[in-house]
């Protein structure tokens, strides 16, 4: 897969796989809403500050991010930290209409965060082989870029695909 | 959720994601095709021998493996033991039609293997709150079956669904 396959792949995922060590050691997976992206390598994830992977990541970090397309069998895993914060910036940038449904005290709400996820290095793979990218080249990805919300990009590609796939 | 809304989570999947410790000992994803059950804690995934997570699971099982409904927002982990077996009739079950195609040499094949999940507990989620199941609950679920082949049913559940989302 070249960069730019595996940031299509990226693009078109509303939802991704955060996996996490448990406080028993042993791997845990929470799926994400995850549309927050600069380049490959950076993802912004807006969550409950009293949820169980918060509390486990605020003690220990270490995470990877799994972007994935079942249906084509291709997937990435980004590996690296996974940092949840409360700078309000960030949750005034991922704060949408609405989003008092679920953070009744708008954005300074207490149980309303974010994840900044910053990967190290990536493996990819696809029905016609795999490969994997270093923190320079996803650093590269998002040279010159800042965070980006690709939710409405997403669900024009989903419509647009569905409607190709309702003509066929 | 009931024990029964969370069988039915896991029965609509076709695919799970297998979560486990890789080599650098930092979380790990995979995304499998996960459609024979026994109950909600047993499960069996026909992979490659030759694949990472195989490498990795044959010397640190731990794992866990995680069915989530994105749109409906829930999702159970499953957490426990994933083994790579070679078991013949393991590999004689799960063996289809066409399979020739990833596993030239047919069911024994040495690239063709089987992983057994079992999990020792279940945590899951849903818009109306969060729980978990023990080992012993998981252990109910499966009392009295075998390993079941979920594809046929999970196959006409979906095309019924979408089946009824045109017609809405």
New interface residues.
């Given amino acids: 897969m070249t960069t730019t396959e595996l940031q299509s792949l990226i693009d078109r995922s ?2 991704a ?1 955060l ?4 406080a ?8 994400v809403f995850c549309v927050w992206h600069r380049g490959m390598g950076a993802h912004l994830i807006s969550t409950n500050t009293s949820s ?1 992977h918060v509390k486990r990541l605020t003690e220990h970090p ?3 991010l ?1 972007f ?1 397309d ?1 249906e084509a069998f291709e ?1 990435v ?1 980004l ?1 690296g930290r996974a940092a949840p914060t409360r700078d309000r910036a960030l949750r005034e940038l991922l704060w949408n209409d609405g989003d008092e449904k679920y953070y009744p005290l708008g954005v300074d709400d207490p149980d309303y965060c974010v994840i900044e996820f910053t990967a190290e290095r990536a ?1 990819y793979y696809r029905y016609d082989g795999k490969g994997a990218l270093d923190a320079a080249q996803l650093d590269a990805t998002a040279r010159g870029r800042a965070y980006e919300n690709g939710y409405e990009r997403c669900r024009a590609q989903q419509a647009a695909s569905t409607e190709g796939s309702d003509e066929a």
């Fill in positions: 509303l939802f796989d996996g996490y060590i448990g028993d050691g042993r791997p845990a997976i929470r799926r169980g270490d995470a990877c799994y994935a079942s997937g895993c590996t493996e």
